[in-house]
């Protein structure tokens, strides 16, 4: 089925470890996204890329790095993990008739 | 940069009632907007949008929003409440500058629908 597909759906970590969050777009979008949800928080933009090759910093880029690895996949590293950065992490693509597609989310904990 | 206030973070309604769901932002230019729908554990699932022309905007499951750039607001409303509304909602706009666009939230409403 079309749409966004995150990897994987949960994740323990302890503090100081590393990971990678995938995700991919089969709907040829130009521009990825990736957003946290915290309670009362709303989403917040960690990373954006407007196109392949580009990446930009969201409202809360710290701790996090992006790839856009080609059109298709857009990942987010955390180096060292920490305990702020437990979360629920969202991918999203748009398209250039304003439609935004989430992805299902990855349920992070760090401890 | 623009921002979205969503008034209320619960509102809790009686199954049957108006549902009123409070949005307002900020811009200098008129912003494309968006209401999305979160169940339980679920992703986000978009519910209507604004981008031009009729103000009134009609989405899914009976929910309505009225883009008032006067009061620079974006209300989302129902005639009736059901049971299964019950979720949480954002209010989002898009930035855009250049060709880089994206979406800002509002922290959420929390929507409560008692029997």
């Known amino acids: 089925n079309a749409g966004v597909t995150q990897t994987p759906k949960f994740q323990v970590l302890k503090t100081g470890q590393s990971m990678t969050l995938q995700c991919a777009q089969d709907?040829?979008?130009?521009?990825m996204y990736w957003y946290r949800q915290d309670p009362g928080m709303g989403l917040r933009l960690i990373y954006y890329s407007a196109s392949e090759g580009t990446t930009d910093k969201g409202e809360v880029p710290n701790g996090y790095n992006v790839s856009r690895l080609n059109k298709r996949e857009f990942s987010l590293r955390l180096e060292s993990a920490a305990p702020s950065q437990t979360s629920v992490y969202f991918c999203a693509s748009r398209d250039r008739g304003l439609g935004y597609t989430f992805g299902s989310g990855t349920r992070l904990t760090v401890v | 940069a623009q921002s979205v206030t969503q008034l209320g973070s619960h509102v809790s309604v009686s199954e049957g009632a108006l549902v009123l769901l409070r949005c307002n932002y900020s811009?200098?230019?008129?912003?494309?907007l968006f209401w999305y729908v979160q169940y339980p554990n679920q992703g986000l699932q978009l519910l209507l949008k604004?981008?031009?022309?009729?103000?009134l905007v009609k989405g899914i499951n009976g929910f309505e929003a009225e883009f008032k750039k006067s009061e620079t607001s974006f209300h989302l409303t129902k005639p009736s409440a059901h049971m299964s509304d019950a979720a949480e909602y954002f209010c989002?706009?898009?930035?855009?500058?250049?060709?880089?666009?994206?979406?800002?939230f509002g922290k959420g409403t929390l929507l409560t629908v008692n029997p």
């Open positions: 709907m040829n979008h130009n521009s």
């Open positions: 989002a706009v898009e930035n855009s500058g250049g060709s880089n666009y994206k979406l800002t």
């Open positions: 604004y981008t031009t022309g009729a103000t």
């Open positions: 811009s200098s230019v008129p912003p494309y």
